[in-house]
């Protein structure tokens, strides 16, 4: 059963250290593979660095974002 209430930031950290983080790692190296090195054991490791980057940005979609208006100081009044 598919739960769809989004995670809290405490709960995404779990699932990111128990699956997210591997499921990554293993993503990018078999099925984004830019330069062609999943076959090669000694290339294990090639997008690592990108594991943490394309975390952070994982998890910052988690945090509500403000309307450009919102953001500005513009109430919804101030829209209208």
Known sequence: MVNDAPMSTAEWRVWWRREGEAGLREL???????IGVAHIPEAADEYDSYV?????????ELRPRKSP??????GRKGLV
Do not use: C, I, Q
């Open 52 to 60: 943490p980057k394309v975390g952070s940005l994982l998890e910052s």
């Open 28 to 34: 990018l190296m078999e099925s984004w593979d830019p």
């Open 69 to 74: 208006a919102t953001s500005r100081g513009y």
